[in-house]
């Protein structure tokens, strides 16, 4: 809870000042888009470690991000013109920036939970394309 009040202040003052400088605003919001989600996973890494962590994670990726952006700006934009579709649309453009988020930090440190009698995830095995195998 302290740290995460910590980091609201410290990133309201950033949005103040980026108020006043816009090309940096707009590259701060960017490098920091992922501070909240990562402190959200990891609250022992404390607000500073999140911080740095963002920005190296949002340059390392950072022409895939831009990208995934643009896409969520476009999908916000067409929803204005649907009705009510813009409440399909902000709930949509979350769930995918925690989607993206998992698969940029670790896919593995998401669960995925399969039933036992689930059918296998692997391919199945032709026997006339590997009889090598048939024979073990």
Same mark, same amino acid.
């Given at each position: =809870? *302290?740290?995460? +009040?910590?980091?609201?202040?410290? #990133?309201?003052?950033?949005?103040?000042?980026?108020? =006043?400088?816009? $090309?940096?605003?707009?590259?701060?919001?960017?490098?920091?888009?992922?501070?909240?989600? =990562?402190?959200?996973?990891?609250?022992?890494?404390? #607000? &500073?470690?999140?911080? /740095?962590?963002? $920005?190296?994670?949002?340059? /390392?990726?950072? &022409?895939?991000?831009?990208?995934?952006? +643009?896409?969520?700006?476009?999908? +916000?934009?067409?929803?204005?013109?649907?009705?009510?579709?813009?409440?399909?649309?902000?709930?949509?453009? /979350?769930?995918?920036? $925690?989607? =993206?988020?998992?698969?940029?930090?670790? $896919?593995?440190?998401?669960?995925?939970?399969?039933? *036992?009698?689930?059918?296998?995830?692997?391919?199945?095995?032709?026997?006339?394309?590997?009889?090598?195998?048939?024979? #073990?």
């Amino acid at each position: =809870m *302290r740290h995460s +009040l910590w980091l609201g202040i410290v #990133m309201t003052v950033l949005s103040g000042v980026s108020h =006043m400088l816009p $090309i940096f605003g707009i590259w701060l919001a960017f490098a920091t888009s992922l501070v909240v989600p =990562m402190h959200r996973d990891n609250p022992s890494i404390g #607000m &500073c470690k999140a911080l /740095k962590f963002s $920005i190296q994670l949002t340059h /390392k990726y950072f &022409c895939s991000l831009i990208g995934y952006y +643009l896409l969520v700006a476009l999908l +916000l934009f067409a929803s204005f013109f649907v009705p009510f579709a813009l409440l399909a649309a902000i709930p949509v453009a /979350k769930l995918s920036h $925690i989607f =993206m988020y998992h698969h940029l930090v670790s $896919i593995n440190a998401v669960n995925i939970f399969v039933p *036992r009698n689930a059918p296998s995830l692997l391919p199945a095995v032709n026997p006339a394309i590997h009889p090598a195998q048939d024979a #073990m």
